[in-house]
């Protein structure tokens, strides 16, 4: 079954099927946009006591899918000593970076170079670093947040493909997250550099940022913004600050730098997390 829904993937239209999903997501006609939410809301179960605002209250079916919890919904492990789970999801995979790669699946790694978007400078504060992949699935509230207290240094956009990002996919498809489509921001902290990765997927309509709004889809070209200029004001984001979001879902890759953190005893591939709790001891 996985090697067919593989092959379908390289076969369908990704960029196409993502901006008509795109146009979908974000209807305001009440005929398909309450269709599409109520249909959603009972196919995956989701939640809604913990949103801020009930069903039949958002202006689109994006609106509806990056709704906003209320407040207390994700209580903040203690940010001085731990590095705090970025987002509700599952953890795909998570160890050390061994030599500049960083393990994906069975027989599968990349490199953090080219998940970085060839920036091979950057990449090298990450060799024998950490990392960690969480997957963020339909059900899931999908605003990503800040793992640890940083100021914004840069943002690299990288143009890719589309392929799912769920585990199948992961165990069919090599170099996954490094092909997709995604936009790459480094912070400098407490832990040195800290990079959060938000890499797009299938019909995910687009990615957004609290600095800089949505970040134009299915480009062709690689752009890096720099934030650090001197005589720039800051971005500066607390742990547990909401620093970006997903229209439709996917996949965010935290690395950090060597002898930086160690991650919390029973944590694994398959541990379900939520946004804001402990990930990671600081060391």
């Known amino acids: 079954m996985s090697k067919p829904f593989v092959w379908l993937q390289h076969a369908l239209p990704q960029h196409a099927l993502s901006r008509l999903a795109g ?30 605002r009930p069903l039949g209250s958002y202006d689109s079916f994006n609106d509806f899918f990056t709704r906003s919890l209320k407040p207390g919904a994700r209580p903040l ?31 599968h790694s990349f490199t953090a170079t080219e998940l970085l978007g060839g920036d091979e400078q950057t990449a090298a504060r990450f060799t024998d670093g950490h990392f960690a992949t969480i997957y963020l699935s339909p059900r899931d509230y999908h605003w990503v947040h800040m793992p640890v207290s940083g100021t914004l240094l840069e943002t690299t956009y990288v143009p890719g493909e589309l392929f799912s990002v769920n585990a ?18 480094l912070f400098d902290s407490d832990l040195g550099q800290v990079a959060s990765v938000m890499v797009g997927a299938m ?23 720099v934030y650090s200029r001197e005589g720039a004001a800051p971005h500066r984001y607390e742990a547990g600050e909401e620093m970006g979001r997903f229209l439709l879902g996917s996949t965010v890759v ?30």
Not at 31 to 48: E, P, S, V
Not at 85 to 105: M, T
Not at 174 to 185: H, I, K, M, V
Request: with cysteine; aromatic share 8%.
């Open 23 to 52: 146009r979908f997501a974000g209807s305001r006609r009440p005929w398909l946009r309450d269709r599409m939410i109520a249909r959603f809301a009972a196919t995956y179960g989701i939640d809604m006591s913990e949103a801020e």
């Open 77 to 107: 492990a203690d940010a001085s000593q731990y590095v705090l789970s970025p987002a509700d999801g599952a953890v795909s995979q998570l160890g050390r970076i061994e030599e500049g790669r960083i393990f994906q699946a069975k027989g």
């Open 168 to 185: 199948v996919t992961a165990e069919g498809v090599p170099r996954l997250f490094a092909r997709n489509e995604r936009l790459a921001c």
């Open 203 to 225: 019909i995910v309509a687009g990615i957004e940022t609290v600095w800089g709004g949505r970040v134009e889809p299915h480009g062709r070209k690689l752009t890096r913004s």
């Open 254 to 283: 935290l690395l950090f730098e060597e002898n930086r953190i160690e991650f919390c005893e029973g944590l694994q591939a398959g541990s379900a997390v939520r946004m804001g709790q402990a990930l990671a001891h600081k060391l």
